[in-house]
């Protein structure tokens, strides 16, 4: 499999660390019976949800991506302080929690959302919370520079995989793709759909490149949440010719896992297109899938024409990149 250049074969160096937080000892000894919750000598004992605080080193895995909103020059030019790091890879800095709350529990049958509101920038200090919601939720929050950049919420078991499957289509050729646009990205339409090999080396590489811990996938045996929330985007980038985009929002439910050697395949309908505050969304309804059995379900939002692209460049098509990342 040929290295993708957004993450390339370098061994990145993460500098993460972990905090958990919470009174569950207290709570466990009143329910015990052997401390009095209403003794007038401590007060009342209020149980508070456990929280886990990480914090890591962001990277920027896609400099090199045709996707030119993760360039340093070409994002200053939208007002941005640089290259963004992709949605994709902040949703893994979240998806992070569930995974160690749950383990292949979560990443066979579970389910988690994210917005992403503001930028986070490659080298930011950024922290990663996760808040109890009972025994089965966790509320998830991402910030950095002083910013709340993104929001979540993962719940350990998710909802069943449809019985009807999107229906398939081919992709079209890279070099005639047609400009991503309303007519395009007509409501309904079937995107082309995407297949690719999911290998261990590939998922060792991405691990590293979102600052997780490969002994929670099989030491890469078994694909990472975000791993596959990348395909979203490709399945995307592959049948539209996008200029600088955003990753704004993504809605999975996990059905199975995805192993070393087997391929997946990426099916993808355009549930919604709409003009919102001058920026074209859209909206993919995607199931992913490996020798026929049900891997993902997601819903995966994007602003494909910012209003800050479509009045610099004065309507002007995109041009294709020689670059083949397309995050």
């Not at 079209?172 to 047609?178: A, F, G, K, N």
């Not at 999911?198 to 590489?205: N, S, V």
């Not at 819903?299 to 995109?318: M, N």
């Amino acid at each position: 499999m040929t290295l993708r250049p957004s993450l390339g074969a370098a061994v990145f160096v993460a500098c993460v660390c972990e905090q958990t937080s919470a009174r569950v000892n207290i709570v466990d000894w009143a329910k015990s019976g052997a401390f009095n919750r209403n003794d007038r000598r401590f007060g009342t004992i209020y149980a508070r949800p456990m929280t886990t605080t990480r914090t890591l080193t962001a990277f920027n895995t896609a400099t090199a991506s045709e996707n030119k909103i993760h360039d340093d020059t070409v994002a200053s030019r939208f007002g941005f302080t640089g290259g963004l790091v992709p949605g994709v890879d902040v949703f893994a800095y979240l998806a992070h929690a569930p995974m160690k709350a749950w383990g292949k529990d979560w990443l066979s049958g579970g389910q988690m959302r994210a917005r992403f509101y503001k930028p986070v920038y490659d080298g930011d200090p950024t922290t990663v919370t996760s808040v109890a919601d009972g025994t089965d939720g966790l509320t998830l929050a991402c910030s950095a520079r002083g910013l709340a950049c993104a929001e979540g919420a993962a719940r350990r078991t998710g909802a069943a995989a449809r019985q009807t499957l999107l229906p398939v289509a081919e992709l079209p050729v890279l070099e005639t793709r047609p400009n991503a646009s309303m007519e395009s990205l007509k409501i309904g339409s079937t995107l082309g759909t995407l297949r690719e090999t999911y290998t261990r080396e590939a998922g060792l590489q991405h691990i590293a490149a979102v600052r997780d811990e490969a002994a929670l996938y099989d030491d890469g045996r078994v694909a990472n949440a975000a791993w596959l929330l990348r395909r979203a985007n490709y399945v995307l980038a592959d049948n539209v010719l996008l200029g600088p985009w955003i990753h704004v929002e993504s809605g999975i439910d996990m059905h199975g896992l995805l192993h070393d050697g087997e391929e997946l395949e990426v099916r993808a309908v355009v549930a919604d297109n709409i003009d919102t505050k001058g920026h074209l969304m859209v909206t993919l309804d995607v199931q992913m899938l490996a020798g026929g059995r049900r891997i993902m379900s997601c819903e995966h939002l994007a602003i494909y024409e910012p209003r800050q692209v479509r009045e610099t460049r004065g309507h002007a098509p995109p041009t294709p990149s020689a670059s083949r990342d397309r995050l």
